[in-house]
């Protein structure tokens, strides 16, 4: 894996998502590698938690727009996208993102994937989708509303505005802001409590609160790719997106 590293230390599973020069920013062979770590640490034994986490000065800058336009199939391609969301859901470890520094779009969205968020006192979340002529991706689309009610996932998501650490906490986005020297250790130690609990008991424990959530979750992500194909062929996101890619 290029883009995403994978370590197992007493019983928690790392996955670093590794562009830190783009700042983490999703690309196609991101998705493809993250979905594999996922996917590798479903299969170990040895990993009884699992932190998410960005390299360098963010979490996950979004999509990168600054990448030429992929050919090939686009609804393969969203679905692929859709499946990072599907693997933290299904993961029967639990899963904390700890997130410092831009957490924007698909990188606030994987954020909302996992079960219990920290986040550094710099960091940063925002929904700027709409704004680019896209779709909301992750299941966003019902995750949010979820964690933050109705009226403030519409603020989200149409507006577009960023939303700093405190805000967010105060929202219910996150579960706690740490600041930023300490969040790798304060994440750490929640996850080794988490590694030192019955596996099988927070495994049903995890299906139990999610249950009645996933199967909508899942028709969320169906729907996500289908709006993101509409907007992904207007015209509108192809002039924003040219103009984002020439700045």
């Not at 139990?208 to 996933?214: H, P, V």
Request: aromatic fraction near 4%; hydrophobic fraction near 45%.
């Amino acid at each position: 894996m290029e883009t995403v590293e994978l370590t197992v230390t007493d019983g928690v599973a790392f996955v670093r998502l590794n562009r830190p020069d783009r700042l983490n920013a999703v690309t196609p062979q991101l998705v493809d590698d993250l979905v594999t770590a996922l996917d590798t640490v479903a299969a170990d034994e040895d990993a009884r938690t699992v932190v998410l986490v960005g390299r360098g000065r963010a979490f996950c800058a979004g999509h990168d727009l600054k990448e030429p336009a992929s050919g090939g199939d686009s609804r393969a391609r969203l679905e692929r996208l859709q499946d990072v969301t599907r693997r933290l859901r299904a993961l029967p470890q639990p899963v904390l993102a700890a997130v410092h520094g831009y957490a924007i779009g698909a990188g606030a969205e994987f954020a909302l994937g996992c079960d219990l968020v920290v986040a550094a006192d710099d960091a940063v979340f925002a929904f700027p989708e709409a704004g680019l002529g896209l779709s909301v991706t992750g299941a966003a689309s019902r995750l949010l509303p979820l964690l933050v009610g109705p009226l403030k996932a519409k603020e989200l998501v149409l507006l577009g505005e960023r939303v700093d650490a405190a805000s967010a906490h105060d929202m219910g986005l996150v579960n706690v802001v740490v600041p930023r020297a300490d969040l790798i250790e304060f994440a750490t130690g929640w996850a080794a409590q988490l590694a030192g609990k019955p596996p099988s008991a927070l495994a049903l424990a995890k299906r139990a609160l999610d249950r009645g959530i996933d199967s909508v979750v899942e028709t969320a992500l169906e729907l996500e790719v289908s709006h993101a194909l509409l907007t992904e062929h207007s015209p509108e996101v192809a002039t924003t997106t040219e103009e984002f890619r020439s700045r």
